[in-house]
Nanobody, 121 residues
Framework: QVQLVESGGGLVQAGGSLRLSCAASGRSFSSYDMGWFRQAPGKERDFVATINWSGGRTYYGGSVKGRFTISRDSGKNTVYLQMDSLKHEDTAVYYC??????????????WGQGTQVTVSS
């Protein structure tokens, strides 16, 4: 089993920054590709970013590219999402997810509980 726990969400003013963390436990963290997704109330879940097992490949959704950065620290079994230049439309519950080869398969086996990010003007 792999358990994922997000943290770092909160309220931030537009133009500000937040860093989300996703701590993994159980199965070896380094075996998994990791992703960040977000979902606003009543809307579909959107892809935010993904990073492969080694950290050598990253991909971003078009709406966040250039503003968000995904990274991982294998020593801490943690993946991060650095969010800069936040906009009101970034407001959502952010989820981290893990899956073997998910960067190419788009299949994520494990999901965290989500953390709320609210961006106010």
């Amino acid at each position: 089993q792999v358990q994922l726990v997000e943290s770092g969400g909160g309220l931030v003013q537009a133009g500000g920054s937040l860093r989300l963390s996703c701590a993994a436990s159980g199965r070896s963290f380094s075996s998994y590709d990791m992703g960040w997704f977000r979902q606003a109330p009543g809307k579909e879940r959107d892809f935010v970013a993904t990073i492969n097992w080694s950290g050598g490949r990253t991909y971003y959704g078009g709406s966040v590219k250039g503003r968000f950065t995904i990274s991982r620290d294998s020593g801490k079994n943690t993946v991060y999402l650095q969010m800069d230049s936040l906009k009101h439309e970034d407001t959502a519950v952010y989820y981290c997810a893990a899956g073997v080869g998910a960067v190419t398969t788009n299949l994520y086996t494990y999901w965290g509980q989500g953390t709320q990010v609210t961006v106010s003007s």
